[in-house]
């Protein structure tokens, strides 16, 4: 018997389907990596509003 939490099993383990990307999904997960340099690069917390401006309405 696996002592792995079935939580963690459901997590770890491969999806049937591929789940549906779009550019925007592609766009913003390359904004996330841009704004986490940015952030080790001044030490401070940096928004993805504040890198891609115009995306989420305020």
Known sequence: MS??????RAALSPCTAPLPATERD?????????GTNRAFETGRPVSVRELVPGVWPR
């Open 26 to 34: 592609g766009a913003l997960a390359l904004a996330v990596g841009l």
């Open 3 to 8: 002592r792995t939490p079935p939580a963690c």
